[in-house]
T-cell receptor
Framework: QKEVEQDPGPLSVPEGAIVSLNCTYS??????FMWYRQYSRKGPELLMY????GNKEDGRFTAQVDKSSKYISLFIRDSQPSDSATYLC???????????????FGQGTILTVHP | DAGVIQSPRHEVTEMGQEVTLRCKPI?????LFWYRQTMMRGLELLIY????????DSGMPEDRFSAKMPNASFSTLKIQPSEPRDSAVYFC???????????FGQGTRLTVV
């Protein structure tokens, strides 16, 4: 069983829809939770990161973490064609010492927003 | 800064040949990571360095894979001999001290025929 599970989709939605992307994880040692966005033939780029359980909002994007359920989500409001990309959840076991950037990724969800 | 620079962008080689992938991290970053991405397995961490020293190479699939970081501005990932199952996109990433974000390069798309 993988430490981080993510439905690879693909997910296709009309422009303006609310998109919900989700990941589950099995290792309670994960402390930092991130969402990366990867456009075709590009490297992943950090979209958002959270540390504690709860919600974090940034424009049209909301990241949600529920540590008790080991479940994280990314919501995209008013989705746009430019949001079409692969979204990868990622986690870090601890914040100190040599663990920075040692990301464990989900499989990635391919999202297409059509006009 | 130009970001993390990887070369080559594309590499096609024959089975059994040696392949060397190169990476220049962002100046001032002291962590460097090599990832491999495939459709089947997603993004996997192969190895990472801190201050040019390999810290964890448990993700390196086999002895055919090796990585070096001779100085703070350069790293290589070598596959010798290469096999078709090594075909993937290889990413290099770097991060700064005390920062959780890793910055990725554009990747090297490797095809072994």
């Amino acid at each position: 069983q993988k430490e981080v599970e993510q439905d690879p989709g693909p997910l296709s939605v009309p422009e303006g829809a609310i998109v919900s992307l989700n990941c589950t994880y099995s290792n309670s040692a994960f402390q930092y939770f991130m969402w990366y966005r990867q456009y075709s033939r590009k490297g992943p780029e950090l979209l958002m990161y959270t540390y504690s359980s709860g919600n974090k909002e940034d424009g049209r994007f909301t990241a949600q973490v529920d540590k008790s359920s080991k479940y994280i989500s990314l919501f995209i409001r008013d989705s746009q064609p430019s949001d079409s990309a692969t979204y990868l959840c990622a986690m870090i076991r601890n914040a100190g010492g040599t663990s920075y950037g040692k990301l464990t990724f989900g499989q990635g969800t391919i999202l297409t927003v059509h006009p | 800064d130009a970001g993390v620079i990887q070369s080559p962008r594309h590499e096609v080689t024959e089975m059994g040949q040696e392949v060397t992938l190169r990476c220049k991290p962002i100046s001032g970053h002291d962590y460097l990571f090599w990832y491999r991405q495939t459709m089947m397995r997603g993004l996997e961490l192969l190895i990472y360095f801190n201050n040019n020293v390999p810290i964890d190479d448990s993700g390196m699939p086999e002895d055919r894979f090796s990585a070096k970081m001779p100085n703070a501005s350069f790293s290589t990932l070598k596959i010798q001999p290469s096999e078709p199952r090594d075909s993937a996109v290889y990413f290099c990433a770097s991060s700064a001290p005390g920062v959780t974000e890793a910055f990725f390069g554009q990747g090297t798309r490797l095809t072994v025929v």
